[in-house]
């Protein structure tokens, strides 16, 4: 049931966030976009079981939240790559929105 959510809140967020992308001026939007996303998979993940926390939900939180973000910011494998080798800051914002989500399921 949780893989499940977590699928679908991946594919939500990756579209709201491809959305909001060209409006982000600067990186620290982005930050801001990715703690929101993570707190928000995490949360409804955590109501998908009943309030359950424990390591299975922190990775399905942490799997959907790193495909949002790959939805959102790529849109081809060699987007992929050069995201991955050219853009450490939003690899950064990813890893606040991995590091809120898993928080919140602790």
């Keep these: 049931m949780a893989g499940a959510v977590g699928a679908g809140l991946a594919l939500a967020a990756g579209f ?6 060209p409006t982000l001026y600067f990186s620290l939007l982005d930050f ?3 703690a929101g996303a993570g707190l928000a998979i995490a949360e409804l993940v955590s109501r998908a079981v009943n ?14 939240l790193t495909v949002a973000f790959f939805l959102a910011h790529t849109s081809s494998l ?3 790559i050069f ?8 690899l950064l ?10 928080g919140r399921l602790r």
Excluded: N, Y
């Excluded at 309030?51 to 959907?64: D, K, M, T, Y």
């Design 78 to 80: 060699e987007g992929a």
């Design 32 to 34: 801001l976009l990715a």
């Design 93 to 102: 914002a990813l890893a606040l929105g991995i590091f809120v989500a898993v």
């Design 16 to 21: 709201v966030w491809r959305m909001l992308l």
């Design 51 to 64: 309030r359950r926390r424990g390591l299975a939900l922190q990775v399905i939180a942490a799997l959907s």
């Design 83 to 90: 995201l991955i080798l050219r853009a450490p800051l939003s």
